[in-house]
């Protein structure tokens, strides 16, 4: 979604350098490049504070008196696995924006133990100190890692119910991880139930790479409309289900009373696949 805001904050991607020890040798062993990161910088308009990567394009927002609502209609749309699975036990995403999902999700399902895996330290930081997320605790962990590394990872094979997959770069015309290797991956992390959800963009060559590769990877994969400026959510089941409109739509009325979320008209989305 484009939307020209000017900037409040400004977290530059360099980290100091760290000190050389004493007795280092005059040519140290050569260090793994780091990854250099775009400028995270902050807006705010009407109530609503919104996250940049050095652009105009929006990576997430909070509402400031509604910190822990998922405020952008996609961000709620990432929840629409709620229509076949009631009650999560382990939920991850990969990408963490303005941590919207990671605060819903940790608010919303007490239950459940919720993951959220983010390569950029200042990402994280500015999450903490600039959209009220909260700490880790026995339930909440903040990765800094990177999502390729976390789904390729067999201790996370078949240990989700839920796959939150929101990754974009300063450009945002993309995600950023969209082979078929990286959708089987995310496959394995998946329970035989698990559902996978992921913001794409409609309008742009990388949805159709993106839809294939998932439909390589996942027994099933259907999409919403697209909202926003094209942004268009799917959601990929490990094993295949039946749409039975008339339980999703006595489903997502039970959403709606438990969480505001509008599920119903994700049912209708869905109507039209």
């Not at 239950?111 to 895996?117: E, R, S």
């Not at 800094?144 to 067999?154: G, I, S």
């Not at 394995?188 to 698990?194: I, Q, R």
């Not at 999703?248 to 696949?273: C, D, F, M």
């Amino acid at each position: 979604m484009l939307i020209k805001r000017k900037s409040i904050e400004k977290v530059e991607s360099s980290r100091p350098a760290a000190a050389k020890p004493a007795n280092a040798s005059s040519k140290p062993a050569a260090k793994p490049r780091k990854p250099k990161f775009a400028p995270v910088t902050l807006s705010e308009l009407d109530g609503v504070r919104y996250l940049h990567f050095g652009t105009e394009w929006v990576q997430g927002a909070m509402r400031i008196r509604k910190p822990d609502w998922p405020e952008l209609e996609y961000a709620q749309q990432m929840n629409a696995w709620l229509l076949w699975l009631a009650e999560p036990r382990r939920i991850a995403q990969l990408g963490l924006g303005t941590a919207a999902l990671t605060k819903f999700c940790y608010k919303q399902f007490p239950q459940a133990d919720v993951t959220a895996v983010e390569l950029n330290p200042h990402v994280i930081a500015v999450c903490q100190s600039m959209f009220k997320l909260p700490p880790d605790d026995e339930r909440l962990h903040v990765l800094e890692m990177d999502a390729m590394d976390f789904v390729t990872d067999k201790a996370n094979y078949a240990s989700l119910d839920v796959l939150q997959v929101d990754l974009y770069d300063a450009t945002a015309r993309g995600p950023v991880l969209d082979t078929p290797e990286f959708y089987q991956s995310c496959a394995a992390c998946l329970t035989d139930d698990g559902i996978m959800t992921v913001n794409l963009f409609g309008d742009h060559p990388s949805y159709a790479k993106n839809l294939k590769a998932m439909k390589f990877a996942f027994a099933q994969v259907v999409c919403l409309p697209p909202v926003h400026e094209g942004n268009v959510v799917a959601i990929a089941f490990r094993q295949k289900r039946a749409i039975d409109l008339a339980a999703l739509k006595e489903r997502a009325a039970h959403i709606v009373a438990e969480t505001k979320l509008p599920a119903k008209s994700w049912v209708k989305g869905l109507a039209q696949n």
